[in-house]
């Protein structure tokens, strides 16, 4: 049986992607559309375990029609980044962070769980070989996502006894297409994301299928991005379809909406808690609700908003919309706190800042 030292079969694409045509992809790659030569791949059986770990060529996948993903959804994955350091170096941020939050999606999808230190050495092997993949535009990186799911061939509903684990890695810049200084979001009233006892607080592929039709009716709305009220009451903020969210307010503090086990507890959300208090900020994690936060915005108390998650870094938040009007906080563009704090974050994961909390994970 394979545990987490097992050595991973290297077997090298033949066919990779030209010098060239490499250095044109990650002069603008965008977000998501691009990807590297090679997948990182570990199989799970029950009886076997984590077994025939392998680095190769990306390619497709063959899966039987009756695999169990495909039916009920059985699948979770997670999010991170590597980024070219200021020394030359490449590191990755807080990998331990996302390899328990996947083991922990694991068991809320009653998944097997992968060894922690197996899911960073897959993605150490897998950079290792896909190193010239760094984008080379301003604020670029290495895009690394993680997932598993159900293999079974089988209908009848219950937890898969087989399952595949993948890496790919995708070379990324900002999230959102508009590149504006701060985005626009939609507040759904018809829709919520996850509801107390749901999967809320675990990576899984279903959550974001259930937020698309309420990110659709934000794009109709002009927004960028749907946020989500809680679904018993329709009154407390939570997060957005794939960021979490801060308030800054006049008196330099900040709000979060708590871990209340129906938002995912992001990894970004943590750090910049964490650097905030260091500066002395006071940063409460309590409910806020929908009609305080247009009153705050109204009364000039809230000064700021900012959406944060690994793909869209620190965003500002400068407009929100609802079926009841909008309203702006402050002039509608970034504000002072959240520059700030995203500088603070984003210098200590590229190697300019030092890194006091041991966020930074060394590669190569
Ligand atoms: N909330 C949702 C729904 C997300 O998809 C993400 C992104 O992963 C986050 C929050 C932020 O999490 P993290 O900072 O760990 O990327
Ligand atoms: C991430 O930030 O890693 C996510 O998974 C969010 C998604 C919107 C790309």
């Known amino acids: 049986m394979a545990d987490s030292r097992q050595s991973f079969v290297i077997e090298r694409n033949t066919a990779p992607v030209g010098v060239a045509e490499r250095a044109k992809l990650l002069a603008d790659p965008g977000f998501g559309r691009v990807f590297t030569d090679h997948m990182a791949l570990i199989r799970y059986s029950e009886g076997k375990g984590w077994h025939d770990a392998s680095i190769t060529a990306r390619k497709p996948l063959m899966l039987d029609p009756a695999a169990a993903?495909?039916?009920?959804?059985?699948?979770?994955?997670?999010?991170?980044?590597?980024?070219?350091?200021a020394d030359g170096g490449m590191a990755m941020f807080r990998p331990d962070a996302n390899a328990r939050r996947f083991r922990q999606s694991?068991?809320?999808?009653?998944?097997?769980?992968?060894?922690?230190?197996?899911?960073?050495?897959?993605?150490?092997?897998?950079?290792?070989?896909d190193k010239d993949w760094f984008p080379t535009v301003e604020g670029g990186s290495l895009y690394i996502r993680p997932f598993m799911f159900a293999n079974e061939v089988f209908l009848g509903v219950k937890p898969s006894s087989e399952y595949l684990y993948l890496v790919i890695l995708s070379p990324v810049g900002g999230y959102f297409k508009s590149g504006a200084p701060a985005v626009s979001i939609w507040v759904s009233q018809n829709y919520t994301r996850a509801a107390p006892g749901g999967t809320g607080a675990a990576?899984?592929?279903?959550?974001?299928?259930?937020?698309?039709?309420?990110?659709?009716?934000?794009s109709k709305h002009g927004c960028d991005?749907?946020?989500f009220l809680d679904a018993a009451e329709h009154k407390w903020v939570e997060e957005l379809g794939g960021m979490n969210v801060f308030f800054v307010f006049e008196d330099g503090s900040l709000q979060t909406p708590p871990l209340s086990g129906t938002i995912l507890p992001g990894i970004t959300r943590d750090s910049l808690m964490t650097l905030a208090?260091?500066?002395?900020l006071t940063v409460r994690e309590e409910p806020y609700s929908f009609d305080q936060w247009r009153t705050d915005a109204a009364s000039g108390k809230l000064t700021e908003c900012f959406a944060c998650g690994t793909a869209a870094v620190v965003t500002p938040i400068g407009r929100v919309a609802s079926p009841e009007g909008e309203f702006k906080m402050g002039a509608g563009g970034p504000g002072?706190?959240?520059?700030?704090i995203k500088q603070r974050l984003v210098d200590i994961q590229r190697g300019v800042a030092p890194d006091p909390h041991g966020w930074v994970h060394k590669l190569g």
């Open 336 to 340: 002072q706190t959240t520059m700030r």
């Open 203 to 218: 990576k899984c592929g279903g959550n974001y299928a259930s937020s698309l039709v309420a990110q659709a009716e934000a």
């Open 277 to 280: 208090r260091s500066e002395g």
């Open 106 to 129: 694991a068991q809320r999808l009653a998944m097997a769980e992968l060894p922690e230190e197996l899911f960073i050495e897959s993605i150490r092997q897998l950079v290792a070989i």
């Open 225 to 227: 991005q749907v946020v």
């Open 69 to 85: 993903v495909l039916h009920y959804a059985q699948e979770i994955f997670e999010g991170l980044k590597a980024y070219k350091t």
